[in-house]
């Protein structure tokens, strides 16, 4: 993708440079000149080094860990834009932080994904594009746009060149079942549900599969990979149930805890993940990234276009 305009801006926090040079390589722009630094203090300096009056400014930030440093620093870079004038700003937040706190689902707790929407909008955010949410109603919480996008589509690119056949989709629990039907659809594929059951509130037991895998390949789906315990419990299972080969596809890596040990030794032979957020330090053997920037590429020039983002992905929606 080549495109030029010099009132496109596109800027990086510290969180993951590497995707917004990415992005920018897409793009064909360079990337905006700025420092982010820290007092002796720990607390964080912003200083841009170009003029961004007018500019339509792009910044390239996940919130991913360390959750609240990165989530911090996007909001002082966009208070830094808005009285540099901007013309408008767009939080590009491929990994959107505290989002598993969507609801009050008991009593005296936070709301925590509304809170980090307040912020985002008081600091002078006008859009947020962002990839799979948590949960899809976190849209409802900004009183501005919200361009929601699916990485589905990226990592299909890599299943399908896998060439798997006799394949069944599987979700690791039920919370899981709208993706992985969506997957199912896409794929052509059957849809099967590993029965997660709670026996006491830190422990889980996985016992059944709803649905035949069998001899069948499994592409076992979420949105993220956090401590990975739910989804090398779920390859287990599966293997044991008969499934052929089981091939585990995620968006988002958080991989904390024992994640990386646990996927190391887990029953799938391959992982499949996006770069939503850096990956650094040691990584399983069998994980494969897969880059989410020309999905974001193409969707920042469609936004500063003034053209529609739904039309570009309506067909990733899930429903």
Request: aromatic letters at 4%; one cysteine or more.
């Amino acid at each position: 993708m080549s495109y030029q305009d010099s009132r496109l801006k596109l800027l990086s926090g510290s969180a993951h440079p590497e995707l917004a040079n990415e992005i920018a390589s897409y793009l064909d722009v360079p990337m905006s000149s700025a420092s982010v630094g820290r007092f002796p203090d720990g607390e964080i300096d912003i200083k841009l080094h170009e003029d961004i009056r007018g500019s339509d400014v792009f910044v390239v930030q996940p919130t991913g860990p360390p959750v609240n440093e990165n989530i911090i620093e996007l909001l002082l870079m966009v208070d830094t834009l808005r009285r540099a004038s901007a013309g408008r700003i767009t939080a590009v937040i491929p990994y959107f932080g505290y989002a598993r706190k969507d609801r009050k689902d008991e009593g005296r707790v936070p709301i925590s994904a509304k809170v980090i929407a307040n912020m985002l909008v008081g600091s002078g955010v006008d859009r947020v594009l962002t990839i799979d949410l948590h949960a899809q109603q976190i849209q409802g919480f900004f009183d501005i746009p919200v361009d929601h996008l699916w990485a589905r589509g990226v990592l299909e690119e890599t299943v399908h060149g896998m060439n798997l056949n006799n394949l069944v989709v599987c979700s690791p629990d039920v919370g899981g079942v709208k993706l992985a039907r969506a997957w199912a659809k896409s794929l052509h594929a059957p849809l099967a549900i590993v029965d997660k059951r709670r026996t006491s509130g830190t422990t889980v037991v996985m016992e059944n599969v709803i649905g035949d895998i069998e001899g069948c390949n499994v592409l076992l789906s979420d949105d993220m990979i956090s401590t990975a315990g739910t989804i090398t419990e779920a390859s287990r299972i599966l293997k044991e149930k008969g499934a052929k080969r089981v091939i585990i596809a995620a968006t988002h890596a958080v991989l904390c805890g024992p994640a990386v040990e646990r996927l190391q030794n887990c029953a799938a032979e391959k992982v499949l993940v996006s770069n939503t957020m850096a990956l650094r330090g040691e990584l399983p053997d069998n994980l494969e990234v897969v880059s989410v920037a020309p999905l974001l590429a193409r969707a920042i020039t469609r936004i500063h276009r003034e053209e529609s983002v739904s039309a570009l992905f309506e067909d990733e929606n899930i429903t």
